[in-house]
T-cell receptor, first 114, second 114 residues
Framework: EDQVTQSPEALRLQEGESSSLNCSYT??????LFWYRQDPGKGPEFLFT???AGEEKEKERLKATLTKKESFLHITAPKPEDSATYLC???????????????FGGGTRVLVKP | DAGVIQSPRHEVTEMGQEVTLRCKPI?????LFWYRQTMMRGLELLIY????????DSGMPEDRFSAKMPNASFSTLKIQPSEPRDSAVYFC????????????FGPGTRLTVL
């Protein structure tokens, strides 16, 4: 069974204090790993897709990396507006025929204090 | 584009009543997904459609849940009869097929069953 575990569950940071979020996964074969940001009362907002080990993607203060067993979301010099829940999800092999069947992790709640 | 549209945004009903949630996917997207999010279980896939055809409904919790997609621009998720344990936020997401695998989420419907 596909499993996705995110850690820590919650993270409190001071503005400017860089940190990393972890997403560990167990799948039979990885087609893609997705990172989403979710603000309270809203739907998840797409951030990145990673497809192969060693791949990295960046967007403003966020950088996502991927290995064969886990992904990291690095937040560099965070600002209060980076406060949100960050979700990762995996798309296992075997589902490419018709859309994605994503398995989500439980998320990491990030609070950045000024 | 207006993004994925869901209605209603909030629904409060009494146990035993029928509830219908509605979703309009992004124009041109041919896959549609219904998710449920709770604090205990996180984000769970209930069912997804490709080209209006249900592909996998293994996440639908019980026969009380049903989903339809009569055309490419509309889908419903119905709960009949509703129970307090169905209280959750229900999200609809859509995806453009053929190599573009990002799912875009709607704002969600917060359902409270009393």
């Amino acid at each position: 069974e596909d499993q996705v575990t995110q850690s820590p569950e919650a993270l409190r940071l001071q503005e400017g204090e860089s940190s990393s979020l972890n997403c560990s996964y167990t799948v039979s074969g990885l087609r893609g790993l997705f990172w989403y940001r979710q603000d309270p009362g809203k739907g998840p907002e797409f951030l990145f897709t990673l497809y192969s080990a060693g791949e990295e993607k960046e967007k403003e203060r966020l950088k996502a990396t991927l290995t064969k067993k886990e992904s990291f979301l690095h937040i560099t010099a965070p600002k209060p507006e980076d406060s949100a829940t960050y979700l990762c999800a995996v798309h296992p092999q075997g589902w490419e025929a018709a859309g994605n069947k994503l398995t989500f992790g439980g998320g990491t709640r990030v609070l950045v204090k000024p | 584009d207006a993004g994925v549209i869901q209605s209603p945004r909030h629904e409060v009903t009494e146990m035993g009543q029928e509830v219908t949630l509605r979703c309009k996917p992004i124009s041109g997207h041919n896959s549609l997904f219904w998710y449920r999010q709770t604090m205990m279980r996180g984000l769970e896939l209930l069912i997804y459609f490709n080209n209006n055809v249900p592909i996998d409904d293994s996440g639908m919790p019980e026969d009380r849940f049903s989903a339809k997609m009569p055309n490419a621009s509309f889908s419903t998720l119905k709960i009949q009869p509703s129970e307090p344990r169905d209280s959750a936020v229900y999200f609809c997401a859509s995806q453009e097929g053929t190599g573009k695998r990002t799912q875009y989420f709607g704002p969600g419907t917060r359902l409270t069953v009393l």
